[in-house]
């Protein structure tokens, strides 16, 4: 088993701001036992595995992930303007194995929280002291009537990375000149506020420099989105009137039905044909956590926000996306930020302490060009409103988005720590 030492420790926390939510002294050098197992080797799975190892390497950790690579879906938009490969957004895990945790690569069926095990496909039960659930997001199937399983064969979704976001790849570089493409945004909640919007601007650099003559179209279910203003002004001055939006309140509540064999999508006074068609559709927790009972009417998972343990079953946490709706968007940097503090929790906990209390970061880049990025940041914490009910909330005025009329060279330079942004997030995840 890989031992990490005091100072590749304190590297790590200076890394990922562990300090604030574990005290060295109590962490470091404990003798406890205990068996950690979590479900979804994602960003927020692989964070919190690596840091429940890192704070007490005498924990057996173990991931059970149902994919032998992971690809991240920040900066899978990047591909589309021709920034990225996949390639270089995928990771294995060998260094999550190097570092003493085992991975498992098989689809976890069921948690049995009264019994403390989890079940898999392959016919494994493991069993834990506390398990940590990080499935990201399911997709409610014609939760946009016509839009199901096997509509995103030919339509994608592209928002869980991969052979989704080459499908769509494929169909903008198959497109003549003067099509349209079309996204339909989905409602609140869902993984990533800003990615559809980011998707319109790179498509649309992809196409200014390809197909001129094309449009891309947002057909939406909301009446207003993430960082609205920097992305219309930044749309309108990159690509002129190439990008339309279309709000719900136009549409009469947004798209209703879509119809895949001729890629339209309808709305209650009005349809669009798309020569490229892409859904975001509405969301849900992963699939295991609703199969595990782990869900609320909402079809995502109450948690304390202290510990990020269920509020519906013992010795559960649950982290990432999945989360019920809060001030925590659904985002990658979230999804790492409540895996710290849920490994801090679990830590404490098997070692009989009182969890400390923790607070939640984000920051999120998105893209308009290559050259301009704006970004949204904030720190929360846990607080309780006039009526006792646990709330997490933005500290002070820290939540922020970029600044309107930035000059060139603001907005070049947060394209630039987008780069880095990445590599930080993926180096806690998968490093
Ligand atoms: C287009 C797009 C752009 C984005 N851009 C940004 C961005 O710029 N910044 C940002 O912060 N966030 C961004 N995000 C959001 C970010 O990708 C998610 O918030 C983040 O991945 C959530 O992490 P997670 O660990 O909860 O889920 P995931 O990263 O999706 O991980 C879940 C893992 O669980 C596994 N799994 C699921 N069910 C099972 C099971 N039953 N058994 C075993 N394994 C299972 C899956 O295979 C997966 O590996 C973007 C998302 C999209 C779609």
Request: proline share 5%.
């Amino acid at each position: 088993m890989a031992t990490i030492n005091r100072r590749r420790f304190i590297q790590m926390a200076a890394l990922g701001g562990l300090t604030a939510a574990v005290p060295f002294s109590k962490a470091w050098g404990s003798q406890s036992r205990g068996r950690v197992v979590v479900v979804g080797g994602g960003t927020g799975g692989a964070t919190a595995a690596r840091y429940v190892k890192a704070i007490d390497p005498a924990i057996d950790v173990t991931i059970i992930e149902m994919e032998p690579k992971h690809t991240t879906c920040y900066m899978s938009n990047w591909t589309l303007a021709e920034m990225r490969d996949l390639d270089s957004l995928t990771h294995t895990f060998d260094n999550t194995r190097a570092r003493g945790i085992n991975v498992i690569i098989d689809k976890a069926t069921r948690i049995d929280a009264e019994k403390q095990t989890v079940h898999t496909a392959g016919g494994q039960a493991i069993e834990y002291d506390r398990v940590i659930v990080a499935p990201g997001i399911d997709f409610v199937w014609n939760g946009l009537e016509g839009y199901d399983e096997a509509a995103a064969e030919v339509i994608p979704h592209a928002w869980k990375a991969g052979p989704q976001t080459l499908l769509l790849q494929q169909q903008l570089a198959a497109m003549d000149d003067g099509g349209v493409v079309v996204i339909t945004a989905p409602p609140n909640p869902f993984r990533c506020p800003p990615g559809p919007y980011e998707r319109a601007a790179l498509i649309a650099h992809y196409l200014q420099r390809h197909k001129p003559k094309s449009k891309v179209m947002i057909l939406d279910a909301k009446d207003a989105f993430s960082k609205q203003g920097l992305f219309t002004a930044g749309w309108t001055r990159h690509y002129g009137d190439m990008i339309e939006w279309v709000g719900a309140f136009d549409t009469g509540g947004g798209p209703e039905r879509v119809s895949v064999d001729d890629r339209t999508v309808h709305m209650a006074f009005d349809s669009v044909q798309a020569d490229v068609l892409n859904v975001v559709p509405p969301q849900k927790a992963g699939q295991i956590a609703i199969d595990s009972g782990l869900t609320d009417a909402s079809g995502w998972c109450p948690v304390d926000f202290h510990t990020l343990e269920s509020t519906i079953a013992k010795n559960v946490h649950v982290i990432g996306d999945a989360i019920v709706s809060s001030a925590l968007p659904k985002s990658g940097y979230i999804a790492a930020s409540t895996a710290k503090v849920a490994a801090a929790a679990v830590v404490d906990l098997i070692n009989g302490r009182e969890p400390r209390e923790g607070s939640f970061f984000n920051t999120c880049y998105s893209l308009l060009t290559p050259n301009h990025s704006i970004s949204v940041s904030g720190v929360y914490r846990v607080a309780h409103d006039d009526a006792g009910a646990q709330i997490v909330q933005g500290v002070g005025d820290s939540v922020a988005v970029s600044r309107a009329g930035a000059e060139d060279w603001e907005q070049f330079r947060e394209a630039r720590y987008a780069g880095t942004w990445y590599n930080n997030l993926v180096a806690q995840a998968f490093g």
